[in-house]
């Protein structure tokens, strides 16, 4: 049986025994990252020959056709030779860039294809790194290179001093080089001082490689990496299509309900007083009981129609807003619900109803799954922000990442730039709090 004792000396404890500053010169990040610098200039080196070559070269020939593909090959092969940076970002410096949108053309051909080459911003991006990647590299090779040659160097120095050359000077000196100039030591405390200043070199080496990566990083993200129109256009391709999924499940929803419930009971309804008209004459006593369950089932279809209603959009929250509109949801909550709405204004209506629903969705799965005994919501604003929290003392043990109605929940609220965090502990209480942006 393994003991408290025994624990102490696996290799993922016995990682962190060291302060980091002590760890950072031996770490497998330093080590990668410095791999990382150590790269960069002679890839720089020929990515740079190759934009400006190429570059130079089809701006030249450009009073000519001859300049037209020569600069889209440039432009091309600077693409190509991004894409290498990206991997060896990904694979050295842990970097996960995606890859950019391709060259999109409406017809093909190869003049097609060079005309997209030279009209997109990713083409001329690729070329900016090219041009601004290399000077960067040789000041991050030197500085890299010298901080970390010099601290390993001063501080093995005790253990290499005795190979170094002696001369025998003057008066007895002990010399070293070139027997002219005393550079040679080898006195205790010399020693101790060249290892001194050899470690605080060493250790502060990481933090220096870490803040000339830190660069790289950046360059990377900024100029090989997607563009933000780009990455803004795929988010917004995706929550429309889960808006649209969403829009689906809801029609589909009303007409079941409306299947299943108040056309079933109106047909229902529709055939029993056939049979009272039938009856009217020959047994008027069972023809009005059967009136009297008919006004009973009349009742009972439109109470299911107004559910309804209050599931598509409810009239109290276009009348009187949220405060209203959540007491009403809180009031057939299984559990007492408390009802704090602090807002200064009214929000967006499409974002007021998300809000609705999403508290109204949060109080059902409170009275089917929580076991809780109280409940609260409590809404407010922060900034250009609407912010929701509902908190139950139930069993707790909700997931969104479960496939549960939380997940679609979240999947709604990002479609509009929401974010749906859940803390729900097992045993309790459960917190989930909307984040919803407070314009649409």
């Not at 440039?74 to 290498?84: D, N, P, Q, V």
């Not at 020959?282 to 009981?289: C, H, L, S």
């Not at 997931?399 to 803390?423: H, K, N, Q």
């Amino acid at each position: 049986m393994a003991t408290d004792t025994d624990t102490d000396y696996r290799p993922e404890t016995r990682r962190h025994i060291l302060p980091p500053a002590l760890r950072a010169p031996v770490e497998a990040r330093t080590w990668r990252e410095f791999g990382y610098l150590m790269l960069s200039l002679p890839i720089s080196i020929a990515l740079f020959t190759c934009a400006v070559t190429m570059t130079s070269v089809g701006a030249g020939l450009l009073v000519t056709f001859l300049g037209v593909p020569v600069l889209a090959a440039g432009l091309a092969a600077c693409r190509g030779l991004g894409a290498l940076e990206r991997t060896r970002a990904r694979a050295l410096l842990g970097l996960a860039v995606a890859d950019p949108e391709p060259v999109r053309t409406k017809k093909s051909g190869p003049m097609a294809w060079m005309g997209g080459i030279l009209k997109s911003g990713v083409s001329w991006r690729h070329l900016l790194y090219a041009l601004l990647h290399f000077p960067w590299a040789v000041f991050a090779f030197c500085v890299a290179l010298t901080f970390w040659a010099y601290g390993w160097a001063l501080l093995l120095y005790p253990l290499y001093h005795w190979i170094l050359p002696v001369y025998a000077g003057q008066d007895g000196i002990q010399l070293y080089g070139d027997g002219t100039h005393n550079f040679y030591l080898d006195s205790p405390f010399e020693l101790a001082m060249t290892s001194v200043i050899g470690l605080l070199l060493t250790l502060a080496t990481p933090w220096i490689i870490r803040a000339l990566t830190t660069v790289d990083r950046v360059m990377v993200l900024g100029l090989l990496g997607p563009s933000r129109l780009a990455t803004r256009v795929t988010e917004l391709e995706s929550d429309r299509g889960v808006v649209v999924d969403t829009a689906a499940a809801d029609l589909r929803r009303i007409e079941r309900d409306l299947h299943d419930g108040a056309q079933a009971r109106l047909v229902a309804l529709a055939m029993d007083l056939g049979l009272a008209k039938e009856k009217l004459t020959e047994d008027p006593q069972a023809a009005a009981r059967m009136v009297d369950e008919a006004h009973g089932e009349v009742k009972i279809a439109l109470q299911e129609l107004r559910d309804l209603a209050r599931g598509i959009h409810p009239a109290v929250l276009t009348d009187r807003g949220l405060d209203a509109a959540l007491s009403a949801v809180a009031s057939r909550c299984a559990v007492p619900v408390r009802v704090d709405v602090d807002l200064p204004a009214r929000p967006a209506a499409a974002i007021e109803g998300i809000a609705y629903f999403t508290v109204s969705e949060l109080l059902q799965n409170v009275s089917k799954h929580a076991r809780a005994r109280t409940a609260s919501v409590e809404v407010w604003r922060t900034a250009d922000r609407l912010l929701l929290q509902v908190t139950d003392d139930g069993q707790g043990g909700a997931d969104t990442t479960a496939g549960s109605g939380l997940a679609g929940l979240a999947e709604r609220l990002d479609a509009v730039d929401g974010i749906l965090v859940v803390d729900s502990p097992a045993g309790g209480p459960t917190t989930v709090t909307a984040e919803l942006p407070w314009r649409a």
